[in-house]
């Protein structure tokens, strides 16, 4: 049965599995970069192959391929351009307000990363958002036949 009203809670299940995407993949403290790829590109020790590691870089692959599918087509370019905008403002607003600071490097890295995960939750929800707002469904063309 689908789920004809999109609530908060959607959202933040989405948001919750592009943290999850985005922080596996990469961050400051410990990640798959530095796991996996880190001793293949010389910026950490470990060993340099393993089948587990290819495999969850699979997984990875495939979820970002989902995520930034998705995003892409929900948002557009000029939608992407104002998520974008949206939370580099937002940063700089934060930062100019002393809210945050730049006296720890890792601050922008953690930043970009959230933005990041922001930007394909929005993406991953925008066709339901946008139905709620607007009215309007979104299709895609998925027969080609001419009737």
Same mark, same amino acid.
């Given at each position: 049965?689908?789920?004809? /009203?999109?609530? $908060? ?15 596996? $993949? ?15 590109? *010389? ?6 192959f393993s089948v587990?590691?290819? !495999? ?6 495939? *979820?970002?391929?989902? !995520?930034?599918?998705? $995003? =892409?087509?929900?948002?557009?370019? !000029? ?15 934060? !930062?100019? =307000? *002393? ?18 995960? *922001? ?25 080609? /036949?001419?009737?």
């Open positions: 049965m689908a789920v004809s /009203r999109f609530k $908060t809670q959607h959202f933040l299940i989405r948001l919750v599995a592009a943290l999850v995407l985005v922080f596996i $993949t990469y961050n400051p403290v410990y990640s798959y970069y530095e796991w996996a790829l880190g001793p293949l590109l *010389g910026t950490a020790e470990g060993t340099s587990l590691k290819a !495999f969850i870089g699979l997984v990875l692959i495939i *979820g970002w391929a989902i !995520f930034i599918r998705a $995003t =892409q087509r929900s948002l557009g370019a !000029f939608g992407l351009a104002l998520a974008a905008a949206f939370f580099v403002l937002l940063f700089w607003l934060l !930062f100019d =307000q *002393g809210i945050l600071s730049l006296e720890k490097p890792d601050v922008i890295t953690w930043l970009v990363l959230i933005a990041v995960a *922001g930007i394909m939750a929005v993406g991953m929800s925008w066709s339901h958002i946008r139905r709620r707002m607007s009215g309007q469904l979104d299709v895609d063309e998925t027969d080609d /036949r001419a009737d």
